[in-house]
Structure formats: structure tokens, C-alpha cells
């Protein structure tokens, strides 16, 4: 059974860093899009970083920028969110979903494509 698996969530101090992975099994991640998402609460769930199969080629959303980097590994099972300088408002339930369909990274997170999605972890960001 396609699944993925997130985890590295916790709780962090503004300024801190965590590192979320998402990993696949049941399949590999060679010809998928990756994308991390998140969810704060009372708020609709929005795209934070996407990248392509290849991992040439990457996305951000605005509020992340310079803090956050996605990667993934050759191996093609795992998937990382590597996030600094944390700030409140990172605050949510993060997901990591596996897309398919070759679209580009700005449209796998803006329309939030995601073919396979893992349950999520949950970053707090408080003093």
C-alpha cells in the first residue's frame, strides 16, 4: 500500500529550527513531484515548498523564503523540510504529498496536487 509518513514536528522556540521528513513506502518517489503543506489553526491549508522529480527545480511560498529548504534524496524514498528561524506563524500541521502529473512546482503548490498525502505533523513555534 502507497503510503508516505511524515515526522520531525515538534515543539520549537521562535528563532529555532526543526527538520521534517516525509517517507515513502510502498512505492518510490522517482517520478513524483514533492510538496509540504501546512494547516494553522482556523486557517485553509496552504502550499509552503514544492520540488520536481529531478530536484532541479523548486518552489516557496513568500513567507518562507530564506528559511526554508526542500530537498530530496537520491535514493528516492525520503523527502526533507529543512526549516530555520522559525516564527510563530509557522505554527500548523505540516503535510508532505506526493504528486504524478508533471506539472510545475508553482502549480503543485498553489493547487495544492498532491497524489499520494501523508497524515502530517504538528510545528509549534512558542516562547
Known amino acids: 500500500q502507497a503510503q508516505l509518513v511524515e515526522s520531525g514536528g515538534g515543539l520549537v522556540q521562535p528563532g529555532g529550527s526543526l527538520r521534517l521528513s516525509c517517507a515513502a513506502s510502498?512505492?518510490?518517489?522517482?517520478?513524483?513531484?514533492i510538496g509540504w503543506f501546512r494547516q494553522a489553526p482556523g486557517k485553509e491549508r496552504e502550499g509552503v515548498s514544492c520540488i520536481n522529480s529531478g530536484g532541479g527545480s523548486t518552489y516557496y511560498a513568500e513567507s518562507v523564503k530564506g528559511r526554508f529548504t526542500i530537498s530530496r534524496e537520491t535514493g528516492q524514498k525520503m523527502a526533507y523540510l529543512q526549516m530555520n528561524d522559525l516564527k510563530p506563524e509557522d505554527t500548523g500541521v505540516y503535510y508532505c504529498a506526493a504528486d504524478y502529473w508533471p506539472r510545475s512546482v508553482r502549480d503543485m503548490c498553489t493547487i495544492q496536487a498532491g497524489s499520494h498525502w501523508g497524515q502530517g505533523t504538528q510545528v509549534t513555534v512558542s516562547a
Open positions: 510502498g512505492f518510490t518517489l522517482d517520478h513524483y513531484g
